[in-house]
């Protein structure tokens, strides 16, 4: 992340940053932890199998889309018959290296091609109009959406439609999500129309089950770091003090400011930070809030800031009722990584 931020205390509350289509569109590549992740690189479970077999999968997906693209390609007389859906979706939990064989694939395409969080794609229809959202993406050769979850009826229908023009051009498209596809949005809305928008979706892709370990919390107790709010701030001034650019900030307030900040612009917000201190953090009790903090920490994780809190640890800011709803996967990710957030190691300081 590039930013001319001076070294010291800053605050995210007092960031009210605006962002274009344009930029949203630049950005969608994979976040920095991936930047050099190829197939070779994965290295598979032996315990868990599926995780060589969607391996192996993928490197047949990426064979048979380059194929596609050399002359004659799709429309070449000697081409046999199609067996390829247009899509594949990597099913599986938290932390197997669903996003990182996603970005391998993403590494291997050729031509246009685009990487991006769920949010990142409506946020970018948002900024930039359907149609226009629709002509900046056609062409391109393959679309990766991290984090495929349909839990808002509006974006079911946004979504599907959007992909079926895009895949009705030639894009092939590859997704993550903790959910499989045909059960997106159970749970959560029960509408015939949904349903039918749902299951059109899933007929598009191939779905690869991903069984495993979650890798962020292999080395941890299973809970979030947290310190007194006391030493959250002494740790703040320390760093800055060290040359580091540390966002201190009070829970509550940070809260309240990610409600007045559309999500696409979160990944504005730290522009520039190396490290994050909140002071306060307690339970919540407000979905909205909840899920606002949710992208946030989608932000933060992609841009791997760790994060030093003051207070209850992050992984329990999620009440119990929050945590039996529609929402739950969405609150369960975002618990895997604020554990691996507050966990890693934080830059020199005295």
């Not at 010291?8 to 940053?17: T, Y």
């Not at 050399?70 to 099913?91: H, N, T």
């Not at 050729?110 to 629709?134: D, S």
Request: hydrophobic residues 40%; proline residues 5%; glycine residues 10%.
């Amino acid at each position: 992340m590039t930013s001319s931020t001076t070294a010291g205390i800053v605050s995210i509350v007092d960031r009210n940053p605006t962002i274009t289509g344009t930029e949203i569109a630049g950005e969608l590549t994979p976040p920095p932890q991936f930047e050099h992740a190829s197939f070779e690189s994965y290295r598979p479970d032996p315990d868990f199998p599926s995780q060589q077999a969607a391996l192996d999968r993928l490197n047949e997906f990426a064979g048979a889309w380059r194929a596609a693209q050399r002359p004659g390609g799709f429309f070449s007389r000697r081409r046999p018959a199609r067996i390829e859906l247009p899509g594949v979706y990597l099913d599986g939990g938290f932390g197997v290296g669903k996003t990182h064989l996603l970005a391998a694939l993403w590494h291997v395409a050729h031509g246009p091609k685009y990487f991006g969080t769920f949010i990142e794609y409506t946020a970018l229809v948002g900024a930039l109009g359907y149609a226009n959202a629709v002509e900046l993406l056609r062409g391109a050769k393959l679309i990766c959406i991290d984090e495929f979850e349909l839990d808002d009826p509006g974006d079911t229908m946004l979504m599907t439609r959007f992909l079926g023009e895009l895949m009705a051009s030639g894009t092939r498209v590859a997704a993550t999500s903790n959910t499989p596809p045909n059960a997106l949005g159970e749970g959560r809305f029960a509408a015939a129309d949904f349903l039918r928008e749902i299951h059109a979706l899933s007929s598009n892709f191939e779905t690869l089950r991903i069984d495993g370990l979650d890798y962020r919390r292999r080395d941890t107790d299973g809970h979030a770091a947290s310190v007194d709010d006391e030493a959250a701030g002494n740790t703040a001034r320390a760093l800055a003090a060290n040359g580091h650019v540390v966002a201190l900030d009070d829970f509550d307030a940070l809260i309240a400011h990610l409600a007045t900040v559309h999500p696409s612009k979160y990944v504005k917000l730290i522009d520039g930070v190396e490290v994050i201190a909140l002071r306060g953090v307690h339970e919540l009790n407000d979905q909205n809030a909840a899920l606002r903090l949710v992208a946030f920490i989608d932000r933060v994780y992609d841009a791997e800031i760790p994060i030093v809190a003051g207070g209850l640890g992050l992984d329990q800011v999620f009440d119990a009722e929050m945590l039996a709803g529609g929402y739950r996967k969405k609150y369960l990710r975002a618990m895997s990584r604020m554990i691996a957030l507050t966990t890693g190691e934080l830059p020199p300081h005295d």
